[in-house]
């Protein structure tokens, strides 16, 4: 015999008790009373801090907020990009990319290609040392190469390295590979490919060694202590070949919560993270933050679109998907989902990099011409129920897309609406990933997704639009071909020659922007924040951190200072 | 009683493989597999390297065949290796003795849920006996309102709101994570510190929502308690309220909190996903919900069986308590 039946109602809503109240009652004033948060206490050397420039020092820490954890240190073993982030300091690849997306030495000091394009020779730096003391040579690249291509190595990124039709290292510091056809991705993907010290992983199973725990590499930063689900702290290596970096430690910080780490870079526990829209544009514009933080914003490498099943009766005639390129109105979308940071997209490239065509077919907004569009379709509203019809059925649709993504939830949501004025009707369903994936865009059940890719920094896209690649579990999942299209990712992925890729990739721009098999929507743009003590960050296209050995903080502004 | 124990021990295996069995099926129903983290919406894997990828896994074999084999190891005690691109030991990821205890996710979320336990008893079997000997007073509704507050009140925004008052504002306790970035040069009494106070909100936060269920059931049991005749032939007999309240009444309404208790055994293991991740503390709860989301098939199975066993034991010792305490359900 409960007495919930005689419970006492909430007739007396504010009597909590009397301490509870009082504590309630000041914190509910402190935060009201606060609308920003003002010069703390805390906020260390503020004075002068966004003025004074110092000459460069040694020491300090930079701790940055992560919401992964990375899982192991063995890049090619990795599926995860806090993985990649932290691993991509401590080991190198041959090559890299300048901040104006050509392609510069790293462990490699200079290349030949011959001249049909087959063979690359590299010449590697010498006395070059392992963190353990051991030099490294062309041997370790050897071993790289034959580990991701063995057949035990669970890797995902051994494909390039399957074009390779020979390996042979030429001397100790020469190594030299023949493909069996041009591959204008070659020389790229041996950036991509860490070098591992071979001497340490000889003869062993890589899945078992201890290295993707206690990496050992070359690059700027070691690994010394890895506290699961807690940090990750590396001190810098004073032997690394492009200098000893100035600042002495980098701690990635694991907070799985963006709130949480929002006010653990107010508090002072962490000096850089990414911010979301929301946080940039309102959270971050007070006087606190403006002199203890500085800003920085740039595109991503990545663009969000809606995918047509280009199979389906409704999105296989191109008037239609030209129809709802012209009723999706794509700077409304960046203005109110991502606060404006972000550009709208016109294809899949970002634009300012050099296989983006800025002069291709653009759709502004504008409704009456995608209804006439429509009508010339056959879509009209015969019934009078404010959707358009065809031959008795009614224009209805599903936009799928991925859970937990509110940005592409905001863009489906903003779609719904600017369709339904033109007399579309959209239905929204969020699936869980691995669901989402398996069960529909595998198995091409679906009518139109709402997705994002990645893209590399190479234009080559080959396995997105190319014909041959519609099969299940391939990337090609809208049944997108184009003849045209496939003779041109051919040609563009076989020659090294910049500007033939290019008109290649123009036309390819061209011919996806009229016909329209994806609308285009936007490129985000990453913002991350840092705190103003750190200097000589130099913002590019490929974002900041490519220079983290070269940042410091002048001697008179440090902060962390931590025992060895 | 021996007897009675290996019974108990002896049923527990069968109810044990069922459960095994059944989750095993059930995460394999799901779809995605632990592979998809490397090969999903990646442009650069071909269908033979999934294979090949599959095969590593030995996840070509059926279903039947990779719990056999999960079985098999399993009775060696052996959790095997986690899918997670790591490849780490289940047991390692779980309790990795290269760490100091104080570190490893067992034990962190073992700490944690034994301390707001502790408090949430503290507090709540209080606050139940007194609001019922008060019944329908001030008192009683005062603390009634408050503990459903915490109840109803979302963990992740009260904790949000204490960390900015006083991890922001006030400055008084750390926001988020288990210890300081300085942890390793404080002194042995600064180091303690250190521990305890990035422990006392997720613990306050914790306890405070769990006061509700405790004292309400230790409100009724109290309150039906005092209503029985022999709680009236004590007051007959003149004893002092207090006596009678806490010598007689309390004792017997103390008894379906053993349940409670049993129950509870389990859930000591088990963390809050939400609640970790506000606090950033790297327990059992991320560990579960990243190997779900990951399907990382042989580390959710070993948590699984884990709180399987632990669910079971809990159960045993809340009928052992009972017959400790009750000799009415001793003699049966």
């Known amino acids: 015999m409960s007495s919930f039946g005689k419970m006492p109602s909430f007739s007396l809503p504010f009597t909590m008790g009397k301490y509870r109240t009082v504590f309630f009652l000041a914190l509910f004033l402190i935060i009201a009373l606060s609308p920003s948060c003002k010069d703390r206490p805390k906020a260390v050397n503020s004075t002068g801090l966004e003025n004074s420039t110092g000459e460069p020092a040694y020491g300090d820490s930079l701790i940055e907020g992560t919401i992964g954890e990375p899982s192991i240190l063995i890049p090619m073993l990795a599926g995860d990009s806090a993985s990649h982030s932290v691993a991509g300091l401590i080991f190198n690849g041959l090559v890299k990319y300048d901040t104006d997306l050509s392609v510069i030495g790293d462990l490699a000091e200079s290349w030949d290609i011959s001249p049909d394009g087959l063979v690359i020779t590299f010449h590697l730096r010498k006395g070059v040392k392992w963190a353990d003391g051991v030099e490294f040579t062309a041997d370790d690249v050897m071993f790289g190469y034959k580990t991701i291509i063995d057949e035990k190595t669970p890797t995902a990124y051994s494909e390039d390295f399957r074009q390779v039709k020979k390996a042979e290292v030429l001397d100790r510091h020469t190594f030299r590979v023949t493909y069996e056809k041009p591959f204008a991705p070659a020389l790229t993907s041996w950036g991509n490919l860490a070098i591992l010290p071979g001497h340490l992983l000889e003869g062993k199973d890589i899945t078992k060694s201890d290295l993707g725990r206690n990496p050992v590499g070359m690059g700027p930063y070691r690994l010394r202590k890895w506290a699961a689900g807690q940090e990750l702290v590396l001190d810098s290596y004073h032997d690394y070949f492009e200098g000893r970096p100035y600042i002495d430690h980098y701690i990635y910080r694991v907070i799985p919560d963006s709130a949480t780490m929002f006010l653990e870079l107010q508090a002072g526990g962490i000096d850089m993270m990414g911010l979301t829209p929301i946080q940039y544009t309102k959270q971050t514009n007070t006087v606190f933050f403006r002199k203890n933080f500085q800003k920085f914003r740039y595109p991503t490498f990545a663009y969000t679109h809606m995918a047509f099943n280009l199979r389906h009766p409704f999105f296989k005639d191109k008037r239609v998907r030209q129809a709802i390129g012209y009723a999706i109105d794509k700077s409304e979308i960046v203005d109110v989902v991502l606060f404006g940071l972000g550009t709208p997209a016109t294809g899949p490239y970002v634009p300012n990099t050099w296989p983006y065509n800025p002069d291709v077919k653009k759709y502004e907004y504008n409704p009456e011409k995608a209804k006439q569009l429509l009508k010339e379709a056959g879509w009209e509203d015969t019934d009078g129920d404010g959707i358009l019809d065809k031959d008795g059925n009614p224009f209805k649709f599903t936009i799928l897309t991925n859970m937990g993504n509110t940005l592409r939830k905001n863009t489906a949501t903003i779609i719904q609406w600017r369709l339904e004025k033109i007399g579309i009707k959209v239905d929204i369903r969020a699936l869980e990933w691995s669901a989402f994936i398996n069960n529909f865009i595998d198995k091409k059940r679906f009518e139109a997704v709402l997705l994002g890719w990645s893209i590399g920094l190479d234009p080559d896209q080959y396995d997105i639009w190319h014909s041959s690649k519609t099969k299940e579990k391939e990337f090609n999942f809208i049944s997108y071909s184009n003849p045209e299209v496939d003779e041109l990712l051919e040609k563009g992925r076989r020659t090294f020659d910049i500007e033939e890729r290019k008109k290649a990739y123009f036309r390819i721009q061209e011919i996806l922007a009229d016909e329209l098999p994806y609308i285009f929507l936007y490129v985000p743009d990453a913002t991350p924040i840092v705190h103003a003590r750190f200097k000589g960050i130099k913002p590019s296209p490929i974002g900041i951190s490519y220079n983290l050995p070269k940042w410091y903080v002048p001697e008179k502004l440090q902060r962390h200072r931590m025992e060895p | ?332």
């Open chain 2, 1 to 332: 009683m021996v007897l009675y124990l290996a019974k108990r021990l002896l049923e527990m295996i069968p109810t044990l493989l069922g459960i095994t069995l059944i989750s095993f099926f059930i995460i394999h129903l799901a779809p995605g597999k632990p592979t998809d983290i490397l090969t999903e919406l990646n442009p650069k894997i071909t269908p033979e390297a999934r294979e090949r990828l599959e095969k590593i896994y030995g996840l070509d074999k059926p279903v039947i065949v990779q719990y056999g084999l999960w079985l098999k190891r399993i009775v060696r005690l052996d959790f095997g290796e986690s899918f997670s691109t790591d490849r780490r030991p289940v047991m390692e990821k779980i309790w990795d003795r290269k760490q100091p205890l104080l570190d490893r996710r067992l034990f962190i979320t073992f700490m944690l849920n034994l301390l707001s336990m502790v408090i949430i008893f503290l507090v709540a079997i209080p606050i139940g006996i007194t609001s019922a000997t008060h019944q329908n007073t001030l008192y009683d509704r005062i603390t009634t309102t408050g503990v459903f507050i915490g109840f109803a009140m979302p963990s992740f925004w009260l904790a949000l709101l204490l960390m900015m008052l006083f991890g922001v504002y006030l400055d008084l306790l750390p926001i988020s994570g288990l210890k300081s970035m300085n942890y390793d040069s404080l002194s042995v009494a600064g180091r303690i510190w250190d521990r305890l106070s990035h422990l006392i909100l997720p613990v306050f936060v914790s306890s405070f929502g769990g006061l509700a269920g405790l004292s309400r059931y230790m409100r009724s049991n109290m309150l039906e308690v005092i209503r029985q005749d022999y709680v009236t032939v004590a007051r007959a007999k003149g004893l002092p309220e207090n006596e009678v309240i806490y010598r007689h009444a309390f004792r017997n309404a103390l008894l379906p909190i053993i349940t409670l208790l049993g129950l509870s055994v389990p859930g000591l293991i088990g963390g809050s996903v939400i609640f970790e991740n506000i606090f950033g503390i790297p327990g059992m709860g991320q560990l579960f919900y990243m190997s779900v989301m990951t399907r990382d098939y042989t580390m959710i199975m070993g948590i699984l069986t884990i709180g399987a066993i632990l669910t079971l034991l809990g159960n045993l010792l809340a009928d052992l308590g009972y017959m400790l305490a009750d000799p009415r359900i001793r003699t049966k």
